[in-house]
T-cell receptor, first 118, second 111 residues
């Protein structure tokens, strides 16, 4: 079975540009989460979507936005890129996502998109 | 908001030795996750610890959870080179399974 897939694998942009990153979850998984991992640090939570609705948002500026499509795939958009946006962007999928306290589902991570902003 | 701290940040050890990675978290949490990341790769799930006193073992790795002390440990027994990687612990960002990660422990096992 295919795991979480992400595209593109690598991307180079310049400051001020816009970028769209894509993620396809594991078949049957309805929840997608996005994380940013700056080199040498742990991943930071950006968004979670379940059934096309935003279920959670991390501490990121409004330049970051996302959406989930009827087939459960997702896009992460970043506007007005800054040098500090250079990072590995990870997508993770799980079956249900936020389902109240006690949801213990493991998230399965994709290979990531490495974004370099010059 | 949950904060997660790991130590040490970097660990160099000889093959065959034992060591423990510590994960402290700031607020009450009923579960804790451990992930492994190889250089340039994504995150691989290792353990989900769901209750106080939970212990899970896989090969040379054993993880435990003490919710009262807000502490999880990842113990490495008789390390081998293949265990060289960065290990992350993570707790729930809020209700649900969004995650707050620690800074990671980079483990190097030398022959």
């Amino acid at each position: 079975d295919a795991g979480v897939t992400q595209s593109p694998t690598h991307l180079i942009k310049t400051r001020g540009q816009h970028v769209t990153l894509r993620c396809s979850p594991i078949s049957g998984h309805k929840s997608v989460s996005w994380y940013q991992q700056v080199l040498g640090q742990g991943p930071q939570f950006i968004f979670q979507y379940y059934e096309k609705e935003e279920r959670g948002r991390g501490n990121f500026p409004d330049r970051f936005s996302a959406r989930q499509f009827p087939n459960y795939s997702s896009e992460l958009n970043v506007n007005a890129l800054l040098l500090g946006d250079s990072a590995l962007y990870l997508c993770a999928s799980s079956l249900l996502g936020t389902s109240g306290r006690g949801s213990v589902e493991t998230q399965y991570f994709g290979p990531g998109t490495r974004l370099l902003v010059l | 908001e949950l904060k997660v701290e790991q130590n040490p940040l970097f660990l160099s050890m000889q093959e065959g030795k034992n060591y423990t990675i510590y994960c402290n978290y700031s607020t009450t949490s009923d579960r804790l996750y451990w992930y492994r990341q190889d250089p340039g790769k994504s995150l691989e799930s290792l353990f989900v610890l769901l209750s106080n006193g939970a212990v899970k073992q896989e090969g040379r790795l054993m993880a435990s959870l003490d919710t009262k002390a807000r502490l999880s440990t990842l113990h490495i027994t008789a390390a081998v080179h293949d265990l060289s990687a960065t290990y992350f612990c993570a707790g729930p960002h809020n209700a649900g399974n969004m995650l707050t990660f620690g800074g990671g422990t980079r483990l190097m096992v030398k022959p």
